[in-house]
């Protein structure tokens, strides 16, 4: 029983890990977006999607 | 933004659970031939005039999009969502943007990279490691 709550634990924090890698990655496409905007609206349009 | 990468995520989930056990091969072809059948009657609609001549660079580009972008891509795309996890798969919408502004840096001279360009790739990987570290730690 012990062991099952551990793990569950460290699934949760593996979990939580991978969806704050995955928002700071996000976040470094938004700062490429904002780069290529400067070159022009198609450019960031492509970046976005 | 948010919503291209849910789309992608939500795309990978569908693919994986429904293409598992089918060759590369054969959802490339499926997937592909919709994608062209859709978009082919949207051209027509659109009701754009066919060039008499086709102009060369514009069409090798298209070639080079048909061929490597899309039947290649495809089959890797289809080969390694049969190998790896949902999760490495999924992360995969972070680094086409990266590739994109790469490739677009070695073919268009008149747009150098900026610091930012650096900055945000940093940051695109940086969150990559973090999201993929334990499952990769956790796999051994």
Redesign the interface.
Known sequence: MKRVGRRTKAADI?RF??I?????????????????LD?SIQ?AI???? | MIGSVGITTAYSMLMKRHTTGIHGAVSTTVFLTVTALVLGVVALASGEPLPDSLPVEPTIALLYLAVIGSVVAFLVYFWLLARTTLLLTSTLVFVYPLVAIITDAMFERNVPLTARVDIGAAITLGGLAVSLRRSVSARR
């Open positions: 593996r890990e991978q704050l890698g995955a928002l700071v990655s996000l976040a470094g496409v938004a700062v490429l977006f904002l780069d290529r070159v450019q492509g970046v976005a999607m």
